[in-house]
């Protein structure tokens, strides 16, 4: 068994070791597996008993006390791939159905949902200063990063010019040229403002096709439903940007095809018209202004097609796959800065610092409590949901978890009285659990990972296996 030097530590070995040497290894490696190589499993203790409610008589009885250390782990069912990878794959797996089946059909979601207008839809942040970035060329010749002719500095000495050409794991993506001239606390506002924003860019997409069509607003639902899923995206700069599948349905949703003139010109008509005309105020407080936050320029509509240059499939994947990341792909933390950390000591990028610094200094002025930017600040001030979609676009994760479960369900025996259904065929059950903590030691995930091939979570963005 070989592993990625980082995480192969004296301790680590010799926890491994004794783990794998004690009797109920077995046991331990059967419930590993079990788990899908859940790398943070809950740990929970009790008991679960199935009773005869007429007769009292005990059908099944389980006890953790027969389970290794006496304790069951299950699955923790994260989302974040950082934190735990197996389970993270297993959101990511549902996450694409989800988006696949709007764009193709089933589970539930009649096929001739392909003949509805549906396009790929980026909306980005405005810029707030200067980044590193990677451009290229035609024939993918990678160009200087921001050639300036002139040259020169900025106000704070720092040259405003950077010809590199950087590679695509240069860790000057996405940072400053100038840390001084970036705005910080504009861009710290604009994540906050970021779930609000698409809010009012999807009334303003529905306005603008009501309007249109000729229509009122109400009068819109009762011949056309506008479906979509979104997913929110960190860039390197820090801020977020959204992903969105929209779709345009008759009155019924998926189950009804759209009128004639909702075509997928209107579609991107309403997007461009919908980005451009919506705004948030964060109100003004000591020393700071108020700011009018709006969408970035770049706003790019896509149309969707089962062939061509961008397929349902790489749709559905490419959603999918941010699901489950967050902000520590930009350098910061995937959990939230408790008071007595040491901001200096965090192992954070200095852009992701400075970021957190600003949500910190702004979540003490009363005027913007509400956005509640020191419990976000690890969020860099972004607090919507990662994920989320409409209500009629398709199935829901909880049908689909429940799917698997029913279907897991299915493979187990039924504790029953054995009495035929007319004569009360009821089970009662009784049970008692308690949450004893959560995680792995550092060679019980090395052992996970080797059992299972699932990779250990990491907090920079990548995934290492042990094989």
């Not at 070989?2 to 419930?31: E, K, L, S």
């Not at 389970?67 to 923790?76: Q, W």
């Not at 989800?98 to 392909?114: F, I, Q, R, S």
């Not at 969408?295 to 349902?312: A, C, F, H, K, Y």
Request: proline fraction near 6%; glycine fraction near 10%.
């Amino acid at each position: 068994m070989t592993a990625a030097a980082p995480h192969i530590t004296p301790v680590a070995a010799r926890d491994m070791a004794n783990r794998y040497n004690r009797t109920d290894f077995h046991a331990w490696a059967a419930r590993a597996r079990a788990t899908g190589g859940c790398a943070q499993p809950v740990h929970l203790r009790g008991r679960i008993t199935h009773l005869d409610p007429l007769t009292g008589e005990i059908l099944r009885h389980y006890t953790t006390a027969r389970e290794p250390g006496g304790v069951l782990r299950v699955a923790c069912k994260t989302r974040r791939a950082s934190r735990c990878p197996a389970c993270a794959e297993t959101y990511r797996a549902d996450t694409y159905q989800l988006v696949h089946a709007g764009l193709v059909g089933g589970k539930g979601v009649p096929t001739t949902v392909t003949r509805h207008p549906a396009a790929f839809v980026t909306l980005t942040a405005p810029s707030f200063g200067p980044v590193h970035t990677r451009r290229t060329g035609a024939g993918g010749t990678v160009l200087p990063c921001r050639p300036r002719r002139d040259g020169g500095t900025c106000e704070h000495g720092r040259p405003v010019s950077c010809t590199a050409r950087h590679a695509t794991d240069d860790p000057r993506l996405g940072q400053p040229i100038c840390p001084g001239c970036f705005d910080y606390t504009g861009a710290v506002l604009w994540n906050a403002h970021a779930p609000e924003l698409w809010r009012r860019f999807t009334l303003a997409f529905r306005r603008y096709i009501a309007r249109t069509a000729g229509l009122k607003v109400g009068e819109l639902r009762d011949v056309l439903t506008v479906s979509f899923a979104k997913v929110a995206e960190y860039q390197r700069r820090g801020l977020v940007h959204f992903h969105a599948v929209i779709r345009l349905d008759g009155p019924g949703g998926p189950d009804n095809t759209p009128p004639g003139w909702a075509t997928g010109d209107l579609l991107a008509a309403a997007v461009h018209h919908a980005a451009g005309a919506v705004t948030a105020t964060s109100p003004a407080c000591a020393g700071i202004p108020a700011r009018t936050l709006r969408w970035g320029t770049q706003v790019d509509v896509r149309p969707i097609t089962t062939s061509g240059e961008l397929t349902d499939n790489a749709v559905a994947g490419y959603i999918a796959k941010y699901a489950t990341k967050a902000a520590e792909c930009v350098g910061t933390l995937d959990r939230r800065i408790r008071p007595t950390d040491d901001l200096a000591d965090l192992p954070v990028t200095g852009h992701a610092r400075r970021l957190i610094a600003a949500c910190l200094a702004l979540g003490k002025r009363e005027e913007l409590a509400g956005l509640r930017l020191t419990d976000w600040a690890h969020m860099l001030g972004f607090r919507g949901h990662f994920s989320t979609k409409s209500r009629r676009y398709s199935t829901t994760l909880g049908a689909l978890r429940q799917a698997r479960i029913d279907h897991n369900h299915h493979h187990t025996d039924d504790v029953t009285t054995g009495r035929l259904p007319f004569d009360d065929d009821q089970v009662l059950v009784i049970a008692h659990w308690r949450y004893l903590g959560q995680g792995l030691t550092p060679g019980e995930a090395l052992l996970t990972a080797a059992l299972t091939g699932k990779p250990l979570p990491t907090l920079d963005g990548t995934d290492r296996k042990v094989t």
